[in-house]
C-alpha cells in the first residue's frame, strides 16, 4: 500500500464508529422484524386475532376474554416462543460449527446430527426401544437427544485425534447423515403403518407439541451458551483467519475447537429432540447474518441468533397461511427456501476455487 493510500488514524476510527453504528442499526431491526413476526405467529390460526387484540393480550392478559387468553397464551404462546428459541439454537449451532470448521456448508444437518436424532426417534417410535429405560414415558425426545449427541461426540473424539482436518471431520458428517439415513429407512421399512405415519411426521419437524418445559429447556442451553461464545468472541474472531494466524494472536486453537464443538452439540441435540427435524436454519441463518453484519463476532453473534428465530419465526407464520386451517410441517418449509440456498452457496464457492 503507498503512503499515500494510508487512512489516518482519527478518520480510521471514525470509519469503524460508523461501521459498528450501521451494523448495530442491523441487529436492532431485525429485533423489530422478530416482534412482528412473532406477534403475527401469535394472531394467526383456526382463529384470527387482530394484532392490537394480541397486543393488548400480551400487556394486559386480564384485559382480554378468557377464550382469547386461553388461546394466546396456553396454546399459540409456547409454540411461537419455540420457534423463536429452536431457531436461536440452531442458528448459533450453525454458525459456530461454520467458524471452527472453516466451511460453509457446515451445520447441525449436514453433519449428522439432526439425522442421528431422527434414527433415535424411529428406534421408540417403531421398535419400542428406550436407551434410557428409566423414563419411558419421554422414549422418544431422550432416545433423539441421546443419539444426537453420540454422534457429536463421535466427531468430537475423532477432532482430538492427530492429524485429523477439518475437512476429515466435515466429510465424515457426511458420511453420518447417509449411514443414519439408510437405518432410519430400513426401520421404516419395518414399522407398521401407524408407526410409519408418526416417523414420517416426527422427520418433518414440526413445532406443535411445544410445551413451557421445552421451552425453558430450550432457552437454558442458549443462556448457558451464549455466555460462552460471547466471552471468546475475540478468539473464534481470530479463527475466522486461519489456524495459523489464530495461533499467532495466542489462541489456544485445539481447546477452543474442542468447547466450542461441545456447546454446538448441545445447541443442536436439545431442539431437535424436541420439534424434530428441521433442516437449512442452521446452515441459512449464519449466511444471512455474515452477509449483514460480518465476520466480527461481537456482531456476527447476535445477529445469528436474530436470523434464526426470524427465520423459524416467519416459517411458522407462512405455515399457517398456505393452508387455512392446516398448520403445514415446518421442516418441510424450511428445507423448501433452504434448498436453492444450499445450490447458491455450492456454487458459489466453486467459482471461488476456480
Known amino acids: 500500500m503507498a503512503v499515500s493510500e494510508i487512512i489516518p488514524a482519527e478518520e480510521g476510527r471514525g470509519l469503524y464508529r460508523a461501521l459498528a453504528f450501521r451494523r448495530i442499526l442491523v441487529i436492532c431491526g431485525l429485533i ?7 406477534s403475527l405467529d ?3 390460526g383456526p382463529a384470527r386475532y387482530p394484532l392490537s387484540e394480541v397486543l ?4 394486559n392478559p386480564s384485559g382480554v376474554d378468557l377464550q382469547t387468553r386461553v388461546v394466546l397464551w396456553d396454546i399459540r404462546m409456547p409454540i411461537a416462543l419455540m420457534a423463536i428459541t429452536v431457531g436461536a439454537c440452531l442458528s448459533l449451532a450453525g454458525a459456530q460449527m461454520q467458524t471452527i470448521l472453516a466451511n460453509p456448508l457446515a451445520s447441525p444437518f449436514t453433519l449428522g446430527i439432526s439425522a442421528a436424532a431422527s434414527f433415535g426417534a424411529a428406534l421408540g417410535l417403531v421398535a419400542g426401544v428406550a436407551i434410557f429405560p428409566a423414563a419411558v414415558q419421554y422414549m422418544v425426545p431422550i432416545n433423539a437427544f441421546l443419539m444426537a449427541m453420540a454422534a457429536s461426540l463421535f466427531i468430537y473424539l475423532l477432532s482430538t485425534v492427530r492429524g485429523v482436518t477439518v475437512q476429515t471431520i466435515v466429510l465424515l458428517g457426511i458420511a453420518l447423515v447417509f449411514t443414519f439415513n439408510a437405518l432410519l429407512s430400513l426401520l421404516e421399512y419395518l414399522a407398521s403403518e401407524q408407526a ?4 414420517v411426521f416426527w422427520t418433518m419437524g ?13 432457552f437454558i442451553i442458549l443462556v448457558v451458551c451464549v455466555p460462552f461464545f460471547a466471552r471468546h468472541s475475540w478468539a473464534l474472531t481470530a479463527l475466522r483467519l486461519g489456524d495459523g494466524k489464530a ?3 495466542g489462541v489456544n486453537i485445539r481447546s477452543l475447537r474442542l468447547k466450542t464443538l461441545l456447546g454446538v452439540s448441545l445447541l443442536a441435540a436439545i431442539p431437535v429432540s424436541f420439534v424434530g427435524t428441521i433442516g437449512f436454519v442452521g446452515l441459512v441463518g449464519p449466511h444471512i447474518a455474515r452477509m449483514l ?5 461481537r456482531f456476527f453473534l447476535p445477529a445469528a441468533i436474530l436470523c434464526g428465530s426470524l427465520m423459524l419465526s416467519a416459517t411458522s407464520v407462512v405455515s399457517k397461511i398456505i393452508l387455512p386451517g392446516a398448520i403445514l410441517p415446518i421442516g418441510v418449509i424450511t428445507a423448501l427456501v433452504g434448498v436453492p440456498f444450499f445450490f447458491a452457496l455450492i456454487f458459489a464457492d466453486r467459482r471461488q476455487s476456480w
Open 32 to 38: 423489530v422484524a422478530l416482534a412482528f413476526s412473532f
Open 42 to 44: 401469535l394472531a394467526l
Open 56 to 59: 393488548s393480550a400480551l400487556v
Open 196 to 199: 410409519l405415519a408418526a416417523v
Open 206 to 218: 414440526s413445532l406443535t407439541k411445544a410445551t413451557w418445559g421445552k421451552v425453558l429447556a430450550t
Open 247 to 249: 495461533a499467532s494472536f
Open 293 to 297: 453484519v460480518g465476520e466480527d463476532q
